[in-house]
């Protein structure tokens, strides 16, 4: 919802309109009620397109794909999609422009089970970025499919 895209948004909005969206945004709290973790990735996958790992792994092949990886640096020492860039999901807002400044890239993310990358997806989406999919399943799902890691 609405509180979602402010506090993601907040750097690029000057002042002035942060103040004015601030008093929209306590307002809209009142009214709408606090949404549990899964409530969030649920609506957060209504928003975004998922591929299948085995799709995911076809794109890969194909190229022209980002993979991303929104996992905890530590996670993506111990094993990755080839060739995938690592932005934990807590810094995707503050390093995805710098790293992925077209924001017409074809990007899959991915996460290790699915649903931090459902949300850094649906973030993304929200900044802007037009050509976003998330990978149902996660890092789990494609090193269980056996296929290729780094």
Known sequence: GGVMKIKRSYILIPAVVLSLIIVGCASQKASQKAMTTEEMVAEAKESICEVTVSEAKELLDKGGYLFLDCREPKEYKMGHIPGAVNIPRGLLEFKIVNKVPDKNTNIVMYCKKGSRGCLAACTLCQM??????????????????????E
């Open 128 to 149: 802007g970025y037009e050509n976003v999919m998330n990978m149902d399943g996660g890092w789990l799902a494609w090193e269980k499919a056996g296929y290729p890691v």
